[in-house]
C-alpha cells in the first residue's frame, strides 16, 4: 500500500457498536499494517469544559486499546455534522478504509441503517459497516461480489483485488440473471471485466448464477448460506431523499438482519482514471 494510505479511521461515539468497529478495524490493522484513528464527531458549539472532557477519555481509551490489541490507535475529535464530517475527515487524510457501526434495520431504527448510507455516499474512502464484533481474528476467507449490469460494478474490483491479495480471500461472484438482451449484455461485460481482473491478479474466485428475483435479498440470503465474511456492494450514483427513507438497495444490504460486514465502494466520477490498479490496491 502506499505511504500516504496507513490509516483507517473507525467513528466513534462510545456505543457498544463502534467497539465492535474497533475490533474489525484491529482484525484488518493485522494483516495490512495500518494504524487505527479513532473519530469522534462533536457540534460547533460544544462547551469547551464537555470538549476537555471526552479529549480526556479518548486519550485513556486510545491508550488502553493500543496496549490491549497491540496496535497504533489515536483519536481526533471533529466539529460538525456526521453526514459530512466523516467523510471529510478520511478523505483529507487519504485514509484506506474507513469502519463504522450501524444498528441495522428493525422499526424505527430504520433510519439509523439509512443514515449509514448518506455518510457513506459523501466519501472517497471505501466503508466497511458491521453491526456485531468479528467472529475471529482471522482472514476474510468468503466474499460476495454482487454483480448487475450497471457500470459501478467496476469499481469494486479494486477492493476485491485488496481483499483477494491481503486476505487471500475467495472471491464468490454472485451474478443477476435477467431475460432482457441488453441488461444481459450489459451484466455479461462486467462479469468478464472482473474475471479477468481476478485472474490476472491470482485471485479465487467462483461464479454463481441466480434468477430473477429480489437481488438484494437474493445476496443476503446465499451471503448467509456460504458463512461469508462480507459482501461487498457500490453505492448508487445520486442518491436520493427518497432513497434514504424508502430504502435503496444498498442500504437493505448494508443493515442486513443476518448482521454480515458489508464493503461499501462509491462510485468516482470517471472510472478510466481508476484503471491501473491490476497489481492490487494502490498500486
Known sequence: MEEHKKLIVVPWDFTDVAGHALAHAVKISHMVGNDIC??????????????????????????????????PISFHISKGSIFSAIAEFANAKEASLVVMGTHGMKGLQKLTGSWALKVIVKSKIPFIVIQDPPVDQERYHNIVFPVDFRGENKEKMKMAIFMGKYFESKIHMFVAVSTDKNLIKKTNINLNFGVKYLIQNNIDYEIHEIPKGNFAQQTIDFAQKINADLILIVTTKNITFADYVIGASEQYIIANSSKIPVCCVNPKVSFAKLGQFMGGWGE
Open 38 to 71: 479513532l473519530l469522534h464527531i462533536v457540534e460547533h458549539g460544544i462547551n469547551p469544559k464537555v470538549e476537555k472532557e471526552k479529549n480526556a477519555q479518548l486519550h485513556q481509551l486510545t491508550e488502553e486499546n493500543s496496549k490491549k490489541y497491540n496496535v
